[in-house]
């Protein structure tokens, strides 16, 4: 009899959300079964009116829901949410629910939802909030003789600029982030160093366009491909990060190192849906909760003052903890 529990990672199509619920099932040092999951345009209905179902999944994946039963399911994002209540009722009820992120249902459909500031999940006894997003980054180990030569051409200290790209109330002006490049641009030189700019699947070409513009001849724009992008990070010495992204911002701030949050504007949309007061209504994602929450505790800065995070804000081993005592509940 297999002494470990079956564990189910339920894979989407997002690389950050994918990225965190493999870092957490890596991090909890036991075997683990991915199931990689495409919705239809089902995926569009909130989950309140869907119950547990996979009439949101493509037939392709529902292929790879089949017994035996898991222990566990890890699942992340709203989309994942009628699937994994499916599977547990496939179980018998036997499966566990572990949800990342915000379900948009009752967080009692699940034993445990790992959170994060921004997300208005009811604080109940099953809800843990993190610090920050989980994150996946490892040391990249030493660069290739290209990285290395691509890297040493370029002054210290090295400025990381990473772009993210618009969300669902938030957008990112061209004119406004080469601003924030202009301005990285004089504290480089202030500094004697190089401002090195990296962009996302999710960055618009207007904002490359820009920011590229910007930094000219003084500064350099890598694609994240060469040098990779985890290699950019560990070699930086500064990184500033849109705030767009959740994801980055964390994986900046465990670095260690000074970090400052690239400010973005409301879209029309979140400024009609959330507001401009951030005084956002019952169930809406509002970045802001995160960005004053990672401020207060002082772990991120600005373009103008970037601030090093400290090393006990761990986000993953605060999450691989309650998945840990979630497990031994299970077994006693």
């Known amino acids: 009899m297999n002494s470990f529990p079956r564990i189910w990672a339920l894979l989407g199509e997002k690389v950050g959300d994918n990225n965190q ?14 199931r990689p999951m495409r919705y239809n345009l089902g995926r569009a209905v909130p989950p309140r009116f869907l119950g547990a179902t996979l009439r949101t999944l493509t037939a392709g994946s529902r292929r790879w829901l089949q017994p035996p039963w898991p222990d566990v399911v890890l699942a992340i994002g709203r989309r994942s949410v009628p699937v994994a209540r499916w599977v547990r009722k ?62 040493s051409k370029l002054p210290r200290p090295h400025l990381l600029l990473a772009l ?18 202009r301005a990285l641009l004089e504290r480089a030189r202030d500094q004697g160093g190089t401002v090195i700019a990296v962009s996302s699947r999710r960055t618009p070409a207007p904002v490359v366009e820009a920011v590229r513009a910007e930094l000219g001849t003084e500064g350099r724009f890598a ?50 849906i959330i507001g ?14 995160i960005w004053m929450a990672l401020t207060d505790n002082g772990v991120v800065g600005t373009v103008a003052e970037p601030v090093a995070g400290r090393g006990e804000v761990v986000a993953l081993d605060q999450a691989v903890g309650a998945v840990r005592r979630l497990l031994q509940e299970q077994r006693a």
């Open 21 to 34: 619920l493999l870092a957490l099932a890596e991090g909890l040092g036991l075997p683990f079964e991915t």
């Open 276 to 289: 401009e007061d951030g005084a956002s209504p019952s169930g809406r994602r509002d970045l802001r909760r």
């Open 223 to 272: 694609d994240g491909v060469m040098p990779r992008f985890s290699l950019l990070m560990s070699d930086a010495d500064e990184i500033f990060v849109t705030a767009d992204s959740v994801s980055m911002l964390s994986e900046a701030i465990q670095t260690g190192k000074p970090v400052g949050m690239v400010p973005i504007s409301l879209s029309a949309k979140g400024r009609r």
């Open 90 to 151: 496939a179980s018998g009820g036997r499966s566990q629910l572990v949800l990342v992120g915000h379900p948009r249902v009752d967080p009692e459909h699940f034993d445990l939802v790992l959170t994060t500031h921004q997300y208005p999940v009811p604080r109940k006894g099953n809800v843990t909030v993190l610090p920050l997003a989980m994150s996946r980054l490892r040391d990249p180990g030493p660069p290739t003789d290209a990285e290395q030569a691509w890297l």
């Open 164 to 181: 993210g790209g618009p969300t669902k109330y938030w957008d990112l002006d061209p004119g406004e982030v080469a601003g924030q490049a």
